[in-house]
């Protein structure tokens, strides 16, 4: 694949970082995290090499859902603190040399946000077509069969104005009407007053959802459907993914680009073979459609070799790959494959061509939280059992320490913990071989050799249970070789190397005395070859 046209834009080279502020670091011990407690991990995130942090949404929400639920775009939440405490945080993490990336949440807003509020009142105020409203059909239900994500129509009754409104979401979270040229300008002061204060960009919220279909068409059955949740019973062909949710994105895209040196970010929809269109034609769209294909591969070196081979083909020939591990709404990747495996795929992230986004905890190879049935505080979960999709598991506080709270807070956190006796961060840190020291390690190798940043991707032929390519750049080539299996397999190449680092951090950095090596069960290296 060939390099970028933008080589100097800094989200090429960073390594991004997804917090829930709420499950970060409580301060005041009402146990949400708070940006107080944020900036008093600043040290953290900087000792672990992160460039850039991504925030899950903070605004004005009732936090119905992980505050994907707002009431004011331009306000901060009381439960995270001060705008002046904002402006606080932002500064100090620049002067950390980390960026900071906001959630846009442009699809939805909640119920009580006075937009809504306004629309909601009459068919004739001045919002009356900010969000979808549509008559009801000849029986008085809802317009058409379309469903909530979760569960149930996606319609609902308005008393008021004798309408159904629209909800790709929750009820309470009703879809804005991007057609609407009122609304595009309103999310774009929004953005306007975040970028004027100084974040560096924006991950865009189901960015893939914008437009719906404008005669208001049925959604097909979905004949894979068997097993599946409800919501997931149809294909939905009439509001996911319509051409015209395009033009929105390069609306929002044209906003950024007013602003020097900010990336977008976005949620896509569809599998691998899709996610290619994200990153615009004529007009360019997103800069990083996150991509979550190595979560949904099967793990197995010859399944992991496809997985990035269809998606290096999949995107367009000038397009900057992204490879993301986790996330709030992803289920941990180390409850799939283990610890041991946990540290292939750090290697396997930090290596691939194109930008690492992980998820706070992955860092330490953190596995699902159990949460009790009394505990529950995903929507989805309490809408629709029994599936085993809860999100909790992955939004439960981050485990600083080995106390009873994780060292997250003084009082009860809003979500439960893991018994003690799991990973920690403090564990970790005072351990050299930890999977936490390992990211470290990891991103200081990337950060030190430009081959692992920008260079190009050679794939090499995958076979005994290993997964093997090159990064080359001019007259500099790196292999790596990460051994899927719990066995040991030998592995050769052709020329002269380095070993540069093992998984296992305890092989030294020396020269190999011949182009093969034994690596153990789980281990991955890094090789350098010697200039030719």
């Known amino acids: 694949m060939s390099g970028s046209s933008d080589e100097a834009a800094w989200w090429q080279s960073a390594v991004i970082y997804e917090i829930a502020l709420v499950s970060f670091q409580d301060s005041n011990g009402d146990g949400k995290g708070d940006f107080a407690g944020l900036m008093s991990r600043i040290d953290y995130l900087k000792w672990l090499g992160v460039d850039a942090v991504w925030l899950t949404p903070i605004y004005?929400?009732?936090?119905?859902?992980?505050?994907?639920?707002?009431?004011?775009?331009?306000?901060?939440?009381?439960?995270?603190?001060?705008l002046e405490e904002f402006d606080g945080l932002l500064e100090a993490l620049h002067a950390a040399d980390i960026r900071l990336v906001l959630d846009l949440v442009p699809n939805h807003t909640a119920d009580d946000h006075t937009w809504f509020v306004e629309s909601s009142s009459s068919r004739n105020s001045a919002k009356a077509d900010w969000y979808i409203w549509a008559d009801p059909a000849e029986n008085g239900g809802p317009p058409n069969n379309w469903l909530?994500?979760?569960?149930?129509s996606g319609w609902e009754w308005c008393k008021a104005r004798r309408q159904y409104y629209y909800h790709s979401f929750l009820v309470e979270q009703p879809d804005l009407n991007w057609r609407n040229p009122d609304v595009r300008a309103a999310i774009a002061d929004t953005m306007r007053f975040w970028l004027d204060r100084g974040v560096d960009g924006f991950r865009v919220d189901a960015s893939a959802v914008l437009i719906k279909d404008q005669l208001l068409r049925d959604n097909p059955p979905n004949p894979h459907a068997k097993d599946k949740p409800p919501p997931q019973r149809q294909t939905t062909?009439?509001?996911d993914d319509r051409p015209e949710t395009m033009d929105c994105i390069e609306f929002i895209r044209d906003v950024i680009d007013s602003y020097s040196g900010r990336m977008l970010c976005g949620e896509v929809q569809g599998k691998t073979d899709r996610i290619g269109h994200f990153y615009g034609n004529d007009r360019p769209r997103l800069?990083?459609?996150l991509n979550f294909a190595l979560l949904d591969s099967q793990w197995d070196a010859l399944s992991l070799q496809a997985t990035i081979d269809a998606y290096f083909n999949a995107i367009p020939e000038q397009a900057w790959p992204v490879w993301a591990i986790g996330g709030h709404d992803k289920q941990r990747i180390a409850s799939k494959i283990g610890e041991a495996q946990m540290r292939v795929l750090a290697m396997l992230l930090m290596t691939l061509r194109g930008t690492p986004f992980f998820f706070m905890g992955d860092e330490i190879g953190r596995k699902r939280v159990p949460i009790p049935s009394d505990r529950v505080r995903d929507p989805f979960e309490k809408l629709?059992?029994?599936f085993g999709l809860c999100r909790d598991p992955e939004r439960a506080p981050m485990r600083w320490d080995d106390s009873a709270a994780g060292g997250f807070t003084d009082g009860d956190p809003w979500l439960p913990l893991e018994s003690s006796g799991t990973p920690n961060v403090a564990e970790q840190q005072r351990s050299e071989r930890s999977v936490l020291a390992l990211f470290r390690a990891l991103i200081?190798?990337?950060?030190?050799?430009?081959?692992?940043?920008?260079?190009?991707?050679?794939?090499?032929?995958?076979?005994?249970?290993?997964?093997?390519?090159?990064?080359?750049?001019?007259?500099?080539?790196?292999?790596?070789?990460?051994?899927?299996?719990?066995?040991?397999?030998?592995?050769?190449?052709?020329?002269?190397?380095?070993?540069?680092?093992?998984?296992?951090?305890?092989?030294?950095?020396?020269?190999?005395?011949?182009?093969?090596?034994?690596?153990?069960?789980?281990?991955?290296?890094?090789?350098?070859?010697?200039?030719?």
């Open 384 to 386: 629709v059992p029994g």
């Open 287 to 289: 800069h990083l459609p």
């Open 237 to 239: 062909v009439f509001t």
């Open 148 to 152: 909530s994500r979760f569960g149930g």
């Open 444 to 532: 200081r190798l990337r950060r030190e050799h430009a081959c692992l940043r920008q260079a190009g991707y050679e794939p090499l032929r995958s076979r005994d249970d290993v997964l093997a390519y090159g990064r080359t750049d001019g007259g500099a080539e790196i292999l790596v070789a990460l051994n899927i299996a719990a066995e040991p397999r030998k592995w050769h190449w052709l020329g002269r190397g380095r070993l540069l680092m093992s998984t296992h951090l305890d092989r030294p950095s020396e020269t190999l005395p011949e182009a093969s090596i034994l690596l153990r069960g789980n281990e991955g290296v890094i090789i350098e070859l010697e200039a030719r």
């Open 60 to 82: 004005n929400s009732p936090f119905r859902d992980l505050g994907y639920d707002i009431s004011d775009y331009c306000s901060i939440d009381p439960a995270f603190g001060s």
